[in-house]
């Protein structure tokens, strides 16, 4: 199976005493079973447990982490202008509608049980999707792409996401302790935007950057009577060791081009086989944005057969 091809993989690839922590969150994951705890200090609230089928042992846990402590995160705010104003260019000159990739798609575009919670209306734009950079969106957006460069950010995704208004996001987990998520404010109607994790609530700030635990259940609201957009990213846990970095992106790779494992893995349908078929529907058959969705999802549905979801 796939599953045990990567197990193997790891195990030659890395010394599995570096990598101990990724071979066993691999193993939990590929077996099915999921954390699901109450965060220390005996709090009662249902808001403050940790659930996660990707889960390393060992990361600390922190609702808000202090973003001025990365270098990172400093230079992200010390540039926010620079996001904003190119944001704002290619929204109003109208180039993302005819240029852009996957312009604005919604969960409801991939609903499953794991994004139901956000609502219809949460769009997103990609940038970089599990370290794989968007060859359109990255031309559009060059100075975003490039400060993400330069600073240093240690980002597995990267997208704009949008939050219309009056609108919210149901209480939720995303699955992964291993990331962090971040937020630079981009639009934001201050003092109307609010995003709680656990038991602590907080505004978004335009030009201000916020990292949080999303393995821990939260949830969001614009009360505002305009949208929000702000630009979002998945980040590596800082407490994890370059070798287990290094060692999740390997999984990662092979979850997309299952080619690199020797032998092969067997699979049913590997996800590039997936994509091939679903791109395989005639021009007549729908618009260029109905195909790349239909691509996406039969993508999406291959890897999550073969691995249950990971990351």
Sequence with gaps: SLASAIDDSLRSKFNPADIQRVIGSWRRMAAGEEHDAPLPGGSTDPMMRQQANSFIDGLPVTLFHDATQHSWARELEAHAHVVEDEFCSVIEGGELERRGNNVWIGLGDIRDETTVAYGPEWRTLGL????????????????????????????????????????????????????????????????????????????????????????????????????RYVLMLRVWHPSLSDLEVEALSWIFKCLDDPALLAPVAEVSETPARATARAKQVPAKGGSRQERRLAAKAAKKKAKKAATAGFG
């Design 128 to 227: 970089l999707d599990r370290g794989v950079w968007d060859p359109v969106n990255t031309k559009l957006f060059p100075r975003t792409t490039a400060l993400l460069h330069d600073s240093g950010t240690p980002c597995v995704e990267a997208f704009f996401a949008k939050m219309p208004a009056e609108t919210s996001i149901q209480a939720h987990s995303d699955g992964c302790n291993f990331h962090l998520t971040s937020h630079l404010g981009i639009v934001v109607p201050e003092g109307k935007c609010w995003l709680k994790v656990g038991e602590e609530q907080r505004f978004w700030q335009r030009g201000k950057v916020m990292l949080f635990d999303t393995s821990v259940m939260h949830s969001a609201a614009n009360e505002a009577p305009t949208d």
